[in-house]
């Protein structure tokens, strides 16, 4: 996958502001802090370029209560329809 084609795209196309990408380390420690495991295809598009912006997460903010939230979604979601709708 080129992915410096991708990123050139939605940077000039949709005006989406990057950073520099993840570090192999910062990717292991964003993966140790909220427990989970980047999909291949992911990681190597965060180790290029990392998005920024109200819409993205800052994978290398390693406390961020935004992307704990955004985890916390599915579970809550299931839990308010137990609660609320007898599922």
């Given amino acids: 996958?080129?992915?410096?084609?991708?990123?050139?795209r939605?940077?000039?196309?949709?005006?989406?502001?990057?950073?520099p990408g993840l570090t192999a380390a910062e990717c292991t420690a964003a993966?140790?802090?909220?427990?989970?495991?980047?999909p291949?295809?992911?990681k190597k598009f965060l180790?290029?370029?990392l998005p920024k912006g109200k819409k993205f997460s800052d994978?290398?903010?390693t406390d961020s209560e935004k992307i704990q939230d955004w985890f916390a979604l599915p579970l809550d979601g299931l839990l308010f329809d137990v609660e609320q709708?007898?599922?």
């Fill in 1 to 8: 996958m080129n992915w410096t084609a991708i990123i050139d």
């Fill in 10 to 19: 939605l940077r000039n196309e949709a005006g989406i502001e990057f950073s």
């Fill in 31 to 38: 993966e140790y802090a909220y427990g989970f495991i980047f």
């Fill in 40 to 42: 291949a295809d992911l």
């Fill in 47 to 49: 180790m290029t370029a």
């Fill in 59 to 61: 994978w290398r903010d």
């Fill in 85 to 87: 709708n007898n599922i």
